[in-house]
């Protein structure tokens, strides 16, 4: 897939290497156009993109996706500055932003390549990322929600998606965003910071 050298909204590369410290975070919360916009926003972001993965084939196409038949998520790889804004903090904001107990849906967008996901890159990731989800789950429990279905995993290939879909909703303003949470806040703990 073609890559673009850079973001349409903050001019940063879109493809590593990127410069140390930045790291890396990679999420699926149904639909990448909103999930994208809503992570390019935050202060301490460096870059983002739209892109598939933890599918079962190479190189996917968007059709493909949509067919169901690779098991690949839409997701959002997240380049951020851990000094600015912690993984916590967007881990927070990874739950916030959508409803987790949808299955393979969000919203009126249904199908596996809407479920929730959350890809990790270390064991401190995957700690948070697993201690969060308990500490939303009781949340979501006090507002009368059901079980969180968001697969936490270690991050598998991630592939870009075609040129169009990068930073889509700045190039098309009006554009389709089906992204909404529950309105339940997640708990200040630990992991986030």
């Known amino acids: 897939m073609s890559v673009p ?3 349409y909204v903050n001019g940063n590369p879109l493809q590593g290497p990127f410069p140390v410290p930045l790291q890396q975070a990679l999420f699926g919360m149904g639909c990448f156009w909103g999930v994208e916009r809503k ?4 202060e301490g972001v460096f870059t983002t993109a739209a892109g598939y993965a933890a599918g ?4 996917p196409t968007y059709p493909e996706v949509c ?7 839409e997701v959002v790889l997240v380049v951020f500055d851990p000094v600015i804004v912690s993984y916590g903090q967007l881990l927070r904001l990874f739950w916030e932003g959508h409803n987790p107990t949808q299955g393979m849906r969000q919203g009126n967008d249904m199908g596996s390549q809407y479920r929730s996901g959350i890809y ?6 995957q700690g948070q990322a697993e201690s969060s989800l308990r500490a939303f789950q009781q949340a979501l429990d006090r507002a009368n929600y059901g079980t969180i279905t968001t697969e936490i995993l270690p991050a598998p290939k991630f592939y870009y998606a075609e040129d169009y879909h990068q930073q889509y909703l700045a190039k098309n303003p009006d554009g389709y965003c089906g992204l909404g949470g529950t309105g339940v806040s997640c708990p200040e703990m630990a992991w986030t910071n």
């Open 39 to 42: 992570f390019w926003q935050v």
């Open 67 to 73: 067919s169901g038949q690779t098991g690949h998520n």
């Open 56 to 59: 079962v084939t190479s190189n």
């Open 120 to 125: 990790t890159f270390d064991e401190v990731q």
């Open 5 to 7: 050298a850079s973001h």
